[in-house]
Structures are given as C-alpha cells and as structure tokens.
C-alpha cells in the first residue's frame, strides 16, 4: 500500500526566508502526487500537483514542488515566505492500486511564519 | 459558489449517542468522500462512494456507516458515538474515482463526544 511521510510536523522560518517542506512516497508504481494547504479553520484547498511531464510544478502564489523519482520525494519550496502562508501543509499521493484511486495523505507540517 | 457544503459544523455528543452528518456537493462530482482528521495523525479516509448508488470502506470505516442519498448528498451516521470518534470530518468530492487526485473539500464538522 502507498504511504506519504511528512518528516516535520512543524516549520518554524522568519518572513521572507525561504522554506523546504519534506515529503516522500513509498510506491512501486508510477504515481500521482499532490500538495494540499489548510489555512485555519478551513478546509483543504489543492495547492499544486504533479502527473506526468516535467518534475518541477508550480503555483499561482509562488509554491514550486520537484518529484524525484529517485528519491521518491516531493518537496515543497518557496523562495520566500509571507505571513499569510502560515497553514498546515498536506503532502498526498494517489494510490492507482486495484479498481479505484484514493488519495493517501501524510500527516501535514505546520508552516508558522514569524515577523 | 457553494462548493461542497457540510452540515453541522459543530456538534457535542454523549457516549452512546446518534448522530448523523449531512454532505452536499453542487459540482455535478460523481465521487465523494468522507474524511477525519485527527492532530499528528493527518487525514484518514472513513468511506468514499465512486458514484451514485456505490460506497466502500476506506481505512478507518468501524463505528461509522454511510448513505449516497443521490447524486449530490453523502451522508455520515455514528450510530452509537464513542469519545475515540472526537474528530475533525471533511466531506470532499471529485469528478471521478478515476482520477481522485483533485479534491474539493468542505469546511468540516468539529465533533465532540463526551
């Protein structure tokens, strides 16, 4: 069965420093994966995702995520922070085993960005 | 603009009690879902039903039961509420179970059982 581990489960940075959040899959199949963003009080809102094609996928707001099959990672980056990315951070893949596809989350990093 | 609307959001239980929480999605989505999110543990898929008509389990289904009213409406029943079923629920649906990659999520329903 796929599997995502988010290894921080909190990301403390200062406004306008860059930020990696971690992510990686196990699978031994060709993958879907996906990052998802909780703002407080809210629901989850897609914030990126990667199904084929070129590695490095951005979003509007200026979020840049690069699957390494080698590594099967698929970290998360910003160049630089604001405080109105302060959210919770979902990593998910796709499990394409058996008739139907589910997404399976990780457990989410807490992005707290300080003034 | 609705989205997928879920109802109550707040709700506080006793042991041993009923409730049911209501899903509605205005997407014309064939898939939805019932999720519950729990602090360290991220999100756990309770049930999901691919189309109308259709549900299955998901990882942590005990205790819970669902109902596809129709195309629209996923409900969620806890027949007899036990305080491990304290959660977060997120109702979510997409267009096909085929591709279930892009989800669209409610606000949730906060429940607390006492």
């Known amino acids: 069965a796929q599997s995502v581990t988010q290894l921080d489960s909190q990301v403390p940075v200062f406004e306008e420093a860059p930020v990696e959040l971690r992510c990686n899959y196990s699978?031994?199949?060709?993958?879907?994966l996906f990052w998802y963003v909780q703002y407080p009080n809210q629901g989850l809102q897609l914030l990126l995702k990667?199904?084929?094609?070129?590695?490095l996928v951005e979003s509007i707001n200026g979020f840049e995520a690069e699957f390494n099959k080698s590594q099967t990672s698929f970290h998360l980056r910003k160049p630089s922070v604001h405080i109105s990315d302060t959210a919770e951070y979902f990593c998910?893949?796709?499990?394409?085993?058996?008739?139907?596809?589910?997404?399976?989350f990780g457990t989410g990093t807490l992005l707290a960005v300080q003034p | 603009n609705a989205g997928v609307t879920q109802t109550p959001k707040f709700q506080v239980l006793k042991t041993g009690q009923s409730m049911t929480l209501q899903c509605a999605q205005d997407m014309n989505h064939n898939s939805m879902y019932w999720y519950r999110q729990d602090p360290g543990m991220g999100l756990r898929l309770i049930y999901y039903?691919?189309?109308?008509?259709?549900?299955d389990k998901g990882e942590v289904p005990n205790g819970y039961n669902v109902s596809r009213l129709n195309k629209r409406e996923f409900s969620l029943r806890l027949e007899s509420a036990a305080p491990s079923q304290t959660s977060v629920y997120f109702c979510?649906?997409?267009?096909?179970?085929?591709?279930?990659?892009?989800?669209?999520f409610g606000e949730g329903s906060r429940l607390t059982v006492l």
């Open positions: 998910a893949v796709s499990d394409r085993s058996g008739a139907t596809n589910k997404l399976i």
């Open positions: 979510a649906s997409s267009g096909s179970i085929l591709f279930a990659g892009e989800l669209f």
């Open positions: 990667y199904l084929s094609g070129s590695t």
């Open positions: 699978s031994s199949v060709s993958v879907y």
């Open positions: 039903s691919a189309s109308e008509g259709t549900t």
